[in-house]
Structure formats: C-alpha cells, structure tokens
C-alpha cells in the first residue's frame, strides 16, 4: 500500500512559476513510475506528465512541454513538478500518481495510487 499527499498549489500569476511536490509513505517508490495528471472543471482528468523508475526517461503532454519538469528523489522518496510559464488554462487540481513497474504511461488507468490533489490556480 501507498499512500501519495500532494503539496504545493496555490495561486500565481500568469507567467510565474510553481513547485509541486508528492510525498510518498508506506512503501518505497523507487521502483514505481509516477505521473502527474490535472483536472479542470467540468472537464476529464488529462496526463501531464510522467516519469520513469529511474528518473531516466520521462514524457509530458504537448499542452505543456517545456514549461514543466518532473523529476524525482527516490532518496527522500518523493516527486516534484516544476511549473513555469504558468498560463491561466493551467488552472486544475492536480494529482499525483503512482504504478508498479517502471515505466511510465500517459493513460490515468495504468495508475494505481492516487494522492488527493491540490489546486493550482493562474490568474491572467
């Protein structure tokens, strides 16, 4: 069993930038790919972006290539996704998540693990 809390969201202005974090207890998550997905509302639940056991390999959504970063310390068992450039249609909750294996997938139901969210909101 694990158990993913996300931390971080807030509100910034259009244009700034955001550090999200998850936190992972209950078992090591060194050998889980993550991903971090969003959801608008009234809208689905949309990848964002994924990132390998290893922290080797990693994919993101076209709406949001280089502007953010995953990345990962499976020392402090923990992963982060670095915002920047923030625009307004990046307003969601956003969601961490976690499977078992070690590759990452861009699809929601190859995840195991979901932390609660946190709401990022971006002002124009």
């Known amino acids: 069993q694990v158990q993913l809390v996300e931390s971080g969201g807030g509100l910034v202005q259009a244009g700034g930038s955001l550090r999200l974090s998850c936190a992972a207890s209950?078992?090591?998550?060194?050998?889980?790919?993550m991903g971090w997905f969003r959801q608008a509302p009234g809208k689905e639940r949309a990848f964002v972006a994924t990132i390998n056991w290893s922290g080797g390999g990693t994919v993101y959504a076209d709406s949001v290539k280089g502007r953010f970063t995953i990345s990962r310390d499976n020392a402090k068992n923990q992963v982060y996704l670095q915002m920047n450039s923030l625009k307004p249609e990046d307003t969601a909750v956003y969601y961490c998540a976690a499977r078992e294996g070690i590759s990452g997938s861009r699809w929601f139901y190859d995840y195991v693990y979901w932390g609660q969210g946190t709401q990022v909101t971006v002002s124009s």
């Open positions: 209950g078992r090591s998550v060194s050998t889980y790919a």
